[in-house]
């Protein structure tokens, strides 16, 4: 009686090939060699998981690149059958999203910030402090690699140049981005977790500095008379925030194609407001040559204040541009730390003390007061909401007695100027 022939693995996989047909032969445990219908040999790992037989493509067999010899193919299922050992359905498990390979902090930062251009109105600030603050530190970090401590002297670092404010931006900005980073898989832990604003500029104090009708007049001389420094269109972009009670961004992002001069309005569309609501402001008849000079300036522009370098990132001018302008006024003394030299307090020489460019608001709003505004007008001035119930049924827009408001107001800062 013949004894029966016992194949090795490696005399089945032979003879599967050299008849070429469609077969399935098993080779270990849970291994099984396969050739598809159309000739195609390749790896399959049975398993059961969850009560239910299940079947895995482990990889094409040959010994090209991404292909299994049958000893990477019998190692692979070694590995296969301790994951399935575990508990781990394999098959599901691959249905699974996969996890983001972010390298660094600005990878992640890039896909923040792209959520940041979809949801906010103003993602230029986010994306301001980032550039300037975050990225300089830890962006080229790799994003697994980052710890609280590097977060935290970043912040402190800020918060030691005299902007409190700009540190806690940067925490919350940071917590953000690791918390992008976490939900895409890129990491476990967050660096910025045990993190507060105590670690970084402290709880913000509501400001109240405002100028006083003395304080504005000695301020603009000063301007006046370092024009090589705070230019004209510094000047006027100045003297408007005053006038106006708008607020900066509102302003430098402004087009020619929302004034209507010959109504004298100045048509601000909801997209560009902060209470998302459209509002016409109208322009007093003594602020016009601003306008006029601005226009000159322009030069054909489509912005009031269009960008003053050629490689500009977009139309207008920066955000910090007026900021920066104003602080150097104020020297050494104001918040520009970056100074190797030492830098004259003009501003402070002439009694004005530090304010910052958004303190102009608050004392539009202060002269309005002054000038015995009803409460409700002068908010509708500075385009702020009402409160309450007066808010939701208050819907008149007071343009006549905004316009008689603002009107007696340019009255006083032209005269100034």
Known sequence: MATKQILSSKDIIEKCLAKGESVKKRIDTGLYFRISDE?????????????????????????????????????????????????????????????????????????????????????????????????????DLAVTRVKPIDILDMVEQINDSGRPTIANDALGYCKQIFNRAIKEGAITFHPAGALTIKDAGGSEKSRKRFLTMSEIKITL???RENSHSFTRENYIAFCLLLVLGVRKG??????????????NIWHLPEERTKTGKAISTPLSSLILPWFQELSIR???????????????????????????ALAKLFGNDGYIKKSKKKLPNLLGEAGIKHFVVHDLRRTCRSLLAENKVLPH????????????????????????????????????ITILT
């Open 39 to 139: 000739g195609t040999a390749f790896w399959i790992l049975r398993y059961s998981a969850n009560g239910k037989r299940r079947e895995l493509t482990l990889g094409r067999y040959g010994k090209g690149a991404g292909e299994l010899t049958l000893s990477k193919a019998k190692a692979e299922a070694v590995n296969k059958r301790a994951e399935v050992n575990k508990g781990i359905d394999l098959i599901a498990e691959k249905k699974r999203p996969k996890q983001a390979k972010y390298k660094t902090v600005n990878d992640v930062a890039q896909k923040w910030l792209e959520i940041c251009r979809r949801e906010l109105k103003n993602p230029q600030i986010p994306e301001r402090v980032y550039r300037k603050e975050i990225a300089p530190r830890i962006g």
């Open 221 to 223: 001389e000063v301007m």
């Open 250 to 263: 509102e302003l430098i992002a402004a087009k020619w194609e929302e004034f209507d001069f010959d109504k």
């Open 298 to 324: 322009a030069n054909g522009a489509e912005f009031l204040f269009p960008s003053r370098r050629l490689s500009k990132r977009r139309g207008y001018i920066s955000d910090d541009t007026l900021n920066h």
């Open 377 to 412: 007008i002068a908010e509708k001035c500075l385009n702020h909401k009402l409160k309450g119930v007066e808010g939701i049924y208050d819907q008149y827009d007071y343009f006549e007695e905004r316009s008689t408001a603002l009107d007696n107001l340019a009255k006083q």
